[in-house]
């Protein structure tokens, strides 16, 4: 019986070692692996964006002052933006309008005697800087709003415009130092008298 005991646990070794053979890893299953739990928070929804024009202009250090209509600077800087990523070609010939109250803008006239090329000049990938002498151009102008435009393209054709806003402001102190001087310089009753 003893034999019969030992031969019975023999054959349940070997049985249960060819099972084990037959599955990876040993004798019991493995169980699946747990689904993996996101800990980052849900991405946003993406916003519609505008794109960007091809081409714009810069027009830093806003609002810029000017005194008697004349810019206290000598020239208005611009900076060209090509946003093609590929040279293009610009005509350098300024544009200018005025928005007024309704916010419709209305083409300021160049001054007389002022003439331009008309030949196309090279704006590279990267844009260019440039200025503008606006007291020559269009003269003195008055406090408000503007906006500055060149015709830009990918070829000498430059059908497509490149628009830049600035606004132009005597500031409140020259303001102030403009009237006290006209008052000064009109007459006063003792003046007339004499």
């Not at 019991?28 to 946003?44: D, F, G, H, R």
């Not at 109250?101 to 090329?117: H, S, Y």
Request: glycine residues 8%; contains cysteine.
């Amino acid at each position: 019986m003893k034999k019969m005991l030992v031969l019975l646990a023999a054959l349940l070794c070997l049985g249960c070692s060819a099972c084990a053979q037959e599955r990876p890893g040993g004798g019991e299953p493995e169980p699946p692996p747990p689904a993996p739990v996101s800990t980052s928070l849900p991405e946003p929804e993406e916003e519609a964006l505008t794109p960007e024009t091809d081409y714009a202009l810069y027009i830093p250090d806003q609002p810029i002052p000017i005194v008697q209509g004349c810019l206290t600077a000598d020239r208005l800087p611009v900076r060209f933006i090509n946003n093609t990523g590929e040279d293009g070609y610009v005509l350098d010939i300024p544009h200018l309008e005025r928005r007024d109250d309704a916010g419709v803008w209305t083409e300021v006239p160049w001054e007389e005697n002022v003439g331009f090329c008309g030949t196309p000049s090279s704006l590279p990938a990267d844009g260019r800087e440039w200025s503008e002498d606006l007291l020559y151009l269009w003269g003195p102008l008055e406090d408000g709003v503007y906006r500055l435009y060149y015709q830009v393209g990918p070829d000498a054709r430059t059908e497509d415009r490149a628009y830049g806003e600035f606004t132009l402001c005597t500031p409140e102190d020259k303001q102030r130092s403009l009237s006290l001087t006209e008052e000064d310089r009109s007459p006063t009753p003792a003046m007339l008298r004499q």
